[in-house]
């Protein structure tokens, strides 16, 4: 079974500067998605970010990218010029290739990310 | 493009009662997921459906709980005689074939 690892369950940023969120997985597949969602305070979950295994290059959008190393089983967000609207739950996801239909979604338990003015 | 739509947002039912959550996907999203999330916890799978089929129940309870996904009309999960540990936040989401799931705004269940 996969399971994912947050291991920083409280951040907090100064607005305009750089944070880094963890977050780690185990896993025996070899194709698979990782995913970052954010859960404002108005629960609502949106999708922040995406990155397929068999991609070497880091996924980016935006103000948001990832540092996605495979070998290590690590995947972790930085936002760059950390906005007062991105305070939330940040939550890492894991799914494994879909063959043929899909696959479910495998949660860490969260980061709370806090952006100061 | 409407999202993923879950009603009711808010609902709140009394011990053995039953409670009914329903889940419209996006247009054109034939799968449908239900996750629980629990307070202070990240969300947990509970079921995948396609039209009229049950793909994978694992993280389903094994009794009270069920769902469905009609050919026509949305998705409803059914919890029969609730227990005040089943209070709880319900978000589905729906994708199209694999890959990226959106995820409806969540109905949160309080049970009395």
């Known amino acids: 079974a996969q399971t994912v690892t947050q291991s920083q369950p409280e951040m907090s940023v100064q607005e305009a500067e750089t944070v880094t969120l963890s977050c780690t997985y185990d896993t025996s597949e070899s194709n698979y998605y990782l995913f970052w969602y954010k859960q404002p305070p108005s629960r609502q979950m949106i999708l922040v970010i995406r990155q397929e295994a068999y991609k070497q290059q880091n996924a980016t959008e935006n103000r948001f990218s990832v540092n996605f190393q495979k070998a290590a089983k690590s995947f972790s967000l930085k936002i760059s010029d950390s906005q007062l609207g991105d305070t939330a739950m940040y939550f890492c996801a894991f799914m494994k290739q879909p063959q043929g239909g899909s696959e479910k979604l495998v949660f860490g338990k969260g980061t709370k990310l806090t952006v100061n003015p | 493009n409407a999202g993923v739509m879950q009603n009711p947002r808010h609902l709140v039912r009394r011990r053995g009662q039953e409670a009914r959550l329903r889940c419209s996907p996006m247009k054109g999203h034939s799968h449908v997921y239900w996750y629980r999330q629990l307070p202070e916890e990240g969300l947990k799978f509970m079921v995948y459906?396609?039209?009229?089929?049950?793909?994978?129940e694992s993280g389903m309870p094994k009794e009270r709980f069920s769902a469905e996904f009609p050919k026509e009309g949305p998705s409803i999960l059914r919890i029969q005689q609730v227990v005040r540990g089943d209070s709880a936040a319900y978000f589905c989401?729906?994708?199209?074939?694999?890959?990226?799931?959106?995820f409806g705004p969540g109905t949160r269940l309080t049970v009395l």
């Open positions: 459906l396609q039209k009229e089929n049950i793909i994978d």
């Open positions: 989401a729906s994708s199209p074939m694999g890959h990226t799931q959106y």
